[in-house]
């Protein structure tokens, strides 16, 4: 009886995988037709959209001709080729016409990544060491004007254009769902821009972004930019006394805040906390760690599905209160018809893979075999425990009203 038993059970965990997999190949199509803007593309990876096609994948949407989205070609934005060549296929230099016929045909977009490519992110070999986080953190160097060899760098592509955001206003009055995150407001989009979106949408950037760190030792973290430490050091009298993990707070005008870890906080990563009805409505957990980068932006008249919460200590709390910087501010903003959302961080931005499991049904249930519980950067956590959930049921609660 017990040889019976195992024998199954080995049956059943071996041919998992393949039940899983025809059970999602006999699951339904769902048709909507979706607009993906990424223009931070560094790579044929597309890590920075990469999510939301697995997404896409897993639920099974699909495009107008019935064949799943593929992450390197159904997107406009930036297409990296070859060696140091590119493409570049966006909205620039349509006409108002144009815009408006696609807010027709168009059921959802999704803006991803708006920041762009830079000069050095693009050719300099001072760059071909450095990781893809070090790269980013230099690339908001760059978005903010500093002036070292390395840091330095024109912009190639990249920031809001008047077109990206007139195709937001007709999708708005057409009430299409609308999904954006970090880096629509700040830099190189542009103040004029900026304050349009914040308009139409009730939301207001305060300038403000961040992003915790496994270590603040310039030492040993190499992905810890010289900026960071320049800066510092030039607005506090030469003092750099950090060498656990923290969270680094960087304003548009140059100014740096830091919180480390046992000095400033009791708990060092933020967290993402979310309402218990929101819980319910969007299948996310009351709490997860959230390592990468965020900004502060606020909003009165919409509904905050989540929340950062940055668990500083007195002393801590010092330090934020001399910059203005809350200890609770949004991390999902969304508007009380449900049709539009902001991502208050780089949310589609993790390291998973389009792979075979995208492609089977129920893959959720094993989300805790994904990711390292110890590893408090490991971004796979926050894909599989949050981003997957969340953005799963904005996209089929919204589908099941285009079916009605």
């Not at 965990?13 to 059970?23: E, G, K, Q, T």
């Not at 096609?53 to 989205?69: C, G, P, Q, S």
């Amino acid at each position: 009886m017990r040889k019976r038993i195992f024998i199954t059970s080995l049956i059943i965990i071996v041919f998992m995988p393949l039940w899983m997999w025809l059970a999602w190949l006999l699951s339904a199509k769902k048709q909507m037709n979706i607009f993906i803007l990424d223009k931070t593309v560094l790579t044929e990876k597309c890590d920075e959209h990469r999510s939301l096609n697995w997404v896409l994948t897993n639920e099974k949407f699909v495009k107008a001709d019935m064949n799943l989205y593929q992450t390197e070609k159904d997107y406009m934005g930036f297409f990296p080729k070859d060696y140091d060549q590119y493409e570049v296929n966006d909205l620039k230099g349509k006409k108002e016409a144009e815009l408006e016929e696609m807010s027709k045909n168009l059921d959802m977009l999704y803006y991803a990544d708006i920041y762009g490519i830079y000069y050095n992110d693009w050719y300099s070999d001072d760059w071909a060491g450095l990781s893809k986080d070090e790269k980013i953190l230099n690339l908001f160097k760059n978005i903010f004007g500093k002036k070292s060899s390395l840091e330095r760098s024109p912009l190639i592509y990249g920031g809001i254009d008047d077109e990206d955001v007139t195709l937001l206003q007709k999708m708005k009055d057409k009430k299409k769902l609308i999904i954006t995150e970090f880096n629509l407001l700040a830099s190189p989009s542009g103040t004029k821009n900026r304050l349009k979106i914040e308009k139409m949408f009730n939301i207001k950037w305060s300038q403000w972004v961040g992003r915790y760190f496994t270590s603040l030792d310039t030492v040993t973290n190499p992905e810890l930019p010289p900026w960071v430490y320049r800066l510092y050091k030039a607005q506090h009298n030469g003092s750099w006394p950090f060498k656990n993990s923290g969270i680094v707070f960087v304003h548009e005008d140059e100014t740096i805040a830091i919180l480390e870890d046992e000095t400033h906080l009791d708990l060092e990563t933020p967290y993402i906390r979310t309402p218990e009805k929101f819980q319910d409505k969007y299948d996310i957990p009351d709490g997860v760690i959230y390592p990468f980068w965020f900004d502060i932006t606020y909003s009165k008249a919409n509904n905050i599905v989540s929340y950062y919460e940055i668990h500083s200590n007195t002393k801590g709390d010092s330090v934020l209160n001399h910059h203005s910087i809350p200890k609770r501010f949004p991390a999902v903003i969304e508007s009380p018809d449900n049709l539009f959302y902001y991502f208050c961080g780089d949310y589609s931005d993790n390291p998973i893979n389009i792979n075979y499991m995208a492609k089977l049904k129920g893959i959720k249930f094993f989300r805790f075999l994904m990711y390292d519980k110890g590893d408090r950067s490991d971004r796979n956590r926050f894909f599989w425990v949050y981003y997957n959930r969340l953005v799963a049921k904005i996209l089929n609660n919204y589908y099941d009203t285009l079916k009605k």
